[in-house]
């Protein structure tokens, strides 16, 4: 059974390299998991969005709330999917942009067409915040 968990946190002194690590590590983790999904960060807190086998996701997220590079992880949304949003993408970084008028558009752009409504209305909720 595949689920998707849609959580934030925050990690206020995490730096680009410490995300550029982290996204490296799902590259290389996540494909033997069957873990794929989307990671946007704000410079201050993390979006993100799993997809895979229950048990798989289940225990990332335990792992994902005990790291300490951030706190206050908040599942969102977790639900069972027939079928992945993001099927080719072992962690893709969604960017946001620089300017919050375009970050709309760049996220309508960017986010797979495969999302729930109800999903991709959280994640570009997520990114005009700021």
């Known amino acids: 059974m595949l689920s998707q968990y849609l959580y934030i946190s925050t990690a206020p002194t995490l730096g680009r390299d410490e995300v550029e690590s982290i996204l490296a590590a ?61 099927p080719n993408w072992a962690m893709k970084r969604v960017m946001i942009a620089e300017s919050i008028d375009s970050r709309r558009e760049t996220l309508e752009r960017d986010l797979p067409q495969g999302l729930d409504p109800e999903v991709r209305k959280m994640i570009v909720n997520f990114a005009v915040l700021n």
């Open 26 to 86: 799902s590259a290389r983790n996540n494909p033997a998991r069957g873990i794929t999904g989307l990671l946007l960060f704000n410079g201050r807190n993390f979006l993100q969005l799993l997809e895979g086998e229950e048990g798989e996701v289940a225990a990332l997220m335990e792992t994902i709330t005990a790291d300490p590079r951030h706190a206050g992880v908040s599942v969102l949304d977790c639900r069972t999917i027939a079928e992945r949003a993001c």
